[in-house]
């Protein structure tokens, strides 16, 4: 059993720091924010015009914004998890997979087109509704139902899930169910599934794996000034025409334990840097408190994780007596 709030915890601890977001833009459709790397996640399918905090969050730390994400207001959920991803994205750039980028061909259906031979003949339930999916899943003969929380007219209300789920082969879920908090349920539903996380929103994490998802199918961006001035012009599909595109990463065991090997070296590095500058802050005689001590904390809860995260996979290799 999935505990709710786990996912929620990791992604804050992997996410915060010192740092201080430098720009937040709650666009049409993608919120983008800028805090030392660019960290995407998707707007509310609402509209408001009572947000008690606008202007006031340029230069607060990411540590103070992370846990924007467990709330239930969409909201502030929504900048926790571009906040989030914007930490994430700062610490480590994505690691290794297979890059989608097709001429001609719609980008924002990518993923669905790279799996295609593998989805032939099998049952497919997809969460979120993607401009195209229809038609495409129509033309290439899938078996595929479309879960959406406003469902059009050749889709499932997302209530469907504890139904269509358990028996779905493939299972297809927008990294927007973090933010609306249906994540943990839904992955604990798929858990019988090949799963695919995906989307803008989707966080590079290695921990992914101990929820049951199976491959990350998450954003690399090419040009973030670009990004920027689409989304802040309204733009949805047209994110993937040149400012970014999909990666596929493979969550497999072995990936997963090379994946968190090296983020454990390169956190690893960091903490002894920031530890040998606190030396030499008190050494010089200085009182007041070292300057990067929170950095120093968010990088110490970071380790943990990902010792945590790496423990479980050894252990898991290991054959039974």
């Known amino acids: 059993m999935i505990a709710p709030y786990e996912i929620y915890d990791l992604l804050q601890d992997y ?16 919120t983008y924010c800028d805090a030392g790397a660019i960290g995407l996640a998707m707007s509310p399918d609402a509209s408001t015009r009572t947000l008690q905090w606008s202007g006031e969050l340029k230069g607060q730390r990411v540590s103070a914004l992370t846990g924007w994400l467990r709330e239930f207001d969409v909201w502030k959920s929504v900048v926790g998890m571009a906040v989030v991803n914007a930490g994430i994205n700062a610490r ?15 980008n924002n259906l990518a993923v669905f ?9 099998k049952h497919v339930v997809v969460i979120g509704r993607y401009p195209g999916l229809h038609e495409w899943a129509q033309k290439n ?15 499932y209300p997302d209530s469907a899930c504890e139904y269509l789920l358990p028996d779905a082969d493939w299972v297809f879920i927008t990294a927007s169910s973090l933010t609306n908090k249906t994540f943990p349920r839904l992955a604990q539903l798929a858990r019988g599934s090949t799963t695919v996380l995906m989307g803008p929103t989707t966080p590079w994490l290695p921990e992914l794996y101990h929820f049951g998802i199976d491959y990350l199918a998450g954003v690399v961006m090419d040009d973030s000034a670009q990004i920027r001035t689409t989304l802040a012009e309204g733009g949805g599909v047209r994110l993937f025409e040149g400012g970014l595109h999909y990666r596929i990463v493979a969550v497999s065991h072995a990936a997963c334990s090379d994946w968190s090997r090296a983020l ?18 008190y050494a010089h005689g ?17 380790l943990s994780r990902l010792d945590t995260c790496f423990k479980k996979l ?6 039974e007596h």
Do not use: C
């Not at 003969?141 to 050749?154: F, N, S, T, W």
């Not at 050894?314 to 054959?319: F, H, I, Q, R, T």
């Open 141 to 155: 003969q899938i078996d595929m139902a479309v879960l959406e929380r406003q469902p059009g007219p050749q889709d």
């Open 286 to 302: 200085n009182k007041a408190r070292f300057p990067h001590y929170i950095q120093l904390e968010a990088v110490n809860r970071r």
């Open 92 to 106: 480590a750039s994505a690691p290794e997979g297979i890059d989608l980028t097709s001429e001609g061909f719609s």
């Open 15 to 30: 996410a915060g720091g010192s740092q201080a977001l430098e720009e937040l833009i709650l666009g049409q459709v993608w």
């Open 113 to 121: 087109e790279h799996f295609r031979s593998e989805l032939t003949g």
């Open 264 to 281: 454990i070296a390169q956190t690893a590095r960091e903490k002894e840097s920031l530890s040998k500058g606190m030396e030499l802050w």
């Open 314 to 319: 050894w252990d898991s290799s290991k054959p």
